[in-house]
């Protein structure tokens, strides 16, 4: 198994997607500077207790995801921005605390090979009515849903409005068929509820 830095964080990062991400506490420069310097990946993994900043460093859930830093800016006070992308779903099976910052000891966990063309296709003409429904009761970013069946599947997981358990529940879900039927249930749901927003029958909307 591979070690790598762990930075917990209040996000779920799932394969594929960007992270932006501003570094300005001491023990993360220290860590960024280490992966930057050793070309190296590190973990982004949801706090399960504590929290993201300013405190001991949190304890996060062991299903996290590597993510690779695409851009960087120096800042003054050794504070960064940077761009991460997220690359493989992993388990964290320990970690250490001997450093500033939290090392995790870690697999990839590859999901399965399977033909995702027709759920995929399904989960898309559900999420473009949601997306349609959301921009007629506020302005929203237009949002380009992809092609790649796995990329489609990953952005969705992203976007639909949820809690970090229930983003993190996604992430750990072994299939990414199984993911795409419960993504599908969960944005026709926020479709029902969204139109009896806009009918006025109903004050409830964006149910986790």
């Known amino acids: ?31 960024i500077q280490r992966v930057i310097s050793r070309k190296e990946p590190f973990i982004v993994a949801l706090i399960k207790s504590g929290q993201e900043a300013l405190g001991d460093v949190a304890e996060p859930y062991e299903i996290g995801t590597t ?13 960064m921005n940077l761009l991460a992308i997220g690359v493989d779903r992993v388990k964290i099976h320990s970690t250490s605390r001997a450093l500033p910052y939290l090392e995790g000891e870690m697999e990839v966990m590859e999901y399965p090979n399977e033909d995702l063309s027709q759920c995929a296709g399904s989960l898309r003409t559900v999420v473009q009515g949601f997306l349609s429904l959301v921009a007629q009761s506020r302005k929203i970013p237009r949002i380009e849903l992809p092609e790649d069946p796995r990329e489609l599947i990953f ?18 879900t072994p299939k990414l068929s199984l993911l795409s039927q419960d993504l599908q249930a969960r944005y026709a749901r926020q479709i029902a509820l969204l139109k009896a927003v806009i009918d006025g029958k109903s004050d409830e909307a964006y149910l986790n």
């Open 1 to 31: 198994m591979d070690s790598h830095p762990v930075f917990p964080l209040s996000t779920v990062l799932f394969p594929g997607l960007p992270l932006p991400l501003h570094i300005f506490e001491p023990r993360y420069q220290l860590m």
């Open 67 to 79: 993510a690779s830093i695409k851009q960087v800016e120096n800042l003054e006070n050794g504070r």
């Open 155 to 172: 952005l969705c997981a992203t976007i639909l409005p949820v809690s970090g358990p229930v983003r993190q529940a996604f992430l750990e």
